[in-house]
């Protein structure tokens, strides 16, 4: 069993070397939040909200970032477009190192990479015409002359289907999914390479979301654009994503492609995720997991649970998964899961708190890995 190591630079989390040159890679990311408390404001913790990510992004393609309220996603983006500094570990981007950059040497990198911000009503000055507003990173960058950037606007307003006249108009006198279209402008304007879409449709009703959608798919495809698409709802993710990250708190818990996380999830928490998908077609349901319900509250990150950080609320957990902390394991080419089921480099570690039945079970199941991705029979409680 190939095991993808959280650290390293050359070996991804999804199987990828980096010397294929994916256009971005990040290796052990993270990102916490220091918490003050005490007379003398003294550092007393931190939020652990990314804590130790590794993937690789392919150049045209979308890697879908999947999870609860909470769990990092949006901390993720932030941080990997390089608005927010890491606390730790690597990013490159097009080869380039950019987790160390700051100050004016992050000002090329806000051309090629940009963000799509969740609820377009605060992530646009309300007191500046949509002109501007879409006009303003070639402003910043000092691109073109005021005719140029005119040119520009209209064309960029042709490809996201805003009448031009909308220029003049303030963010308030428009709908939703306008709004979110003005978003989207003002982020293709520099012509990025890659693009962070964080929830760029949880504020907006169905119908317009499925525009939206649909108009994000024809400029990838028309511009070449690599997008990391934020979602906290998997079946949103299923037909724009190539492959979909599943997070919790601030982990990787299962990285696979669409299909292979839909027909074949491995961790006990993707499996609840899927389940909680309200099914219309008699023929999904069968292709659904059993239904396991996703209960309680994600723990707070700050304050995060030993062991594997899901065993309070998994229903596949067994003696060891308050004890021993998964790692990564890669069970297939581009499939890989957190879970003590498939232990890895825990072996040892894993068969000191498992019962005879268990150990027996999961040696078997090592061996048959490569070629099965199933869950190991009699590890857990029965289904
Ligand atoms: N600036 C901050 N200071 C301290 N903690 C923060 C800060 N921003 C986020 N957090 C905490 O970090 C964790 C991750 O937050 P983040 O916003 O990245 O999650 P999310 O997955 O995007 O959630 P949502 O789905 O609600 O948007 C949460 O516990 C959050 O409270
Ligand atoms: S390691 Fe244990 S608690 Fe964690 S997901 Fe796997 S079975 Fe569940
Ligand atoms: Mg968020």
Redesign the pocket.
Known sequence: MAVATDSGFLKAANGHDTADGSLLEVRDLEKH?PLYGGVLRRQTGA?R?VDGVSFDVEAGETLAIV??????????GKTVARLLEPTGGKIRFDGRDIANLSGRSLKPLRRDIQVVH?DPSSSLNPRRRVGAIIADPLKIHGIGTERERDKRVREVMDRVDLPHEFRNRYPNALSGGQKQRVSIARALILNPKFIVLD?PTSALDVSVQAKVIALLRELQAELNLTYLF?S?DLSLVKNIANRIGVMYLGQFMEVASSEQLFENPLNPYTEQLLSAIPVVEREEEQLKPARVDLHGEPPD?ANPPEGCPFHPRCHRRFDACDKVHPDIVETNEGHTVRCLLYPGDKRTAVDEYSTETERQALRQHDATTVQSEQRPDGVGPPE
Do not use: F
């Not at 999870?67 to 993720?76: I, N």
């Open positions: 939040y939020v909200a999870g609860e309220s909470g769990c990092g996603k949006t901390t993720l969740q929830e934020i906290h990150p």
